[in-house]
């Protein structure tokens, strides 16, 4: 898996149901990571962006810039 991995997920009408399209997997995402993707953000912008997450969700398992 690569190392800007995120977590993407995508949903569309398909005939009666959704189709869930996952590239990255869905395991971040019922795991409660987060990982910071430092091909699209700045360092900055992820630690603003976990300090609203962990008010939001103290339960949330963070993976800091350098690790």
Avoid at 6 to 16: C, I, M, S
Avoid at 44 to 60: D, F, G, S, V
């Amino acid at each position: 898996m690569p190392d800007h991995r995120t977590t993407a997920v995508g949903l569309r009408p398909q005939n009666t149901g959704l189709e869930l399209c996952a590239p990255y997997g869905l395991s971040d995402l019922f795991g409660s990571i987060a990982r910071p993707n430092k091909k699209q953000i700045t360092r900055e912008i992820y630690e603003k962006k976990l300090a609203r997450w962990k008010a939001l969700w103290p339960e949330l398992t963070i993976i800091g810039w350098d690790e």
